[in-house]
């Protein structure tokens, strides 16, 4: 079974300074994508950046990037220059690239920017 | 354009009782799914829906069901309530035009059993 693990429960960063997310995932498929989603205290499920892992191209989406070893199954997240809005809950999620369509998802990392 | 749209945002429920949500996908989107994130638990996979089918169902008891409409719409129903069906229900939707299996969130519903 393929399973997501994020092994920071909290972490905190100064304001414009760099941050670095851990996610590793277990699967024994090759064609699949993984994703960061961010939650704010909102609520609202917010995609951040997404990888397929067919490409060895890391994703990059403005201040945010990842850095994507398919072959230790690592995905993190680099979030610089944060900034206050970037306070939030950050999950990994993982989906196989079959037709099954189900995002399975790390425990999250709650992120605090500090002013 | 208009996200994905849910409704009620919150409720409260006796247990035993029954709930209705509803979520409207973003337009041109036909996949709806259904998240479950109960405290502690993380987000479970509940449902997927396309053009009006049920594709895949997360490991939940058959109390727990739904519906997709004609316009794409969808409605999740819960039976029976308990009190640990108390959690924040994410609707989400995608279009096969969006590489990637890119999925785009609700803000949620909020239930409350007690």
């Known amino acids: 079974a393929q399973t997501v693990t994020q092994s920071q429960p909290e972490m905190s960063v100064q304001e414009a300074e760099t941050v670095t997310l851990s996610c590793t995932y277990d699967?024994?498929?090759?064609?699949?994508?993984l994703f960061w989603y961010k939650q704010p205290p909102s609520r609202q499920m917010i995609l951040v950046i997404r990888?397929?892992?067919?490409k060895q191209q890391n994703a990059t989406e403005n201040r945010f990037s990842v850095n994507f070893q398919k072959a230790a199954k690592s995905f993190s997240l680099k979030i610089s220059d944060s900034q206050l809005g970037d306070t939030a809950m950050y999950f990994c999620?993982?989906?196989?690239?079959?037709?099954?369509?189900?995002?399975?998802w790390g425990l999250g990392t709650s992120l605090a920017v500090n002013p | 354009e208009a996200g994905v749209t849910q409704s009620p945002t919150h409720l409260i429920k006796t247990r035993g009782q029954q709930v209705t949500l509803r979520c409207s996908p973003i337009?041109?989107?036909?996949?709806v799914y259904w998240y479950q994130q109960a405290l502690g638990l993380g987000l479970q996979f509940l449902l997927w829906?396309?053009?009006?089918?049920?594709?895949n169902r997360g490991n939940f008891p058959p109390r727990f069901s739904g519906r997709q409409f004609p316009n794409y719409s969808s409605e999740l129903n819960v039976n029976a309530l308990e009190l640990e069906d108390s959690a924040l229900y994410l609707c989400?939707?995608?279009?096969?035009?969006?590489?990637?299996?890119?999925?785009?969130f609700g803000e949620g519903s909020w239930l409350t059993v007690v």
């Open positions: 829906y396309d053009e009006g089918e049920e594709r």
């Open positions: 699967t024994s498929e090759n064609n699949y994508y």
């Open positions: 337009s041109g989107h036909t996949s």
């Open positions: 999620a993982f989906m196989n690239a079959g037709n099954n369509r189900k995002l399975i």
């Open positions: 989400a939707s995608s279009s096969e035009r969006v590489p990637g299996n890119t999925i785009y």
């Open positions: 990888q397929e892992a067919y």
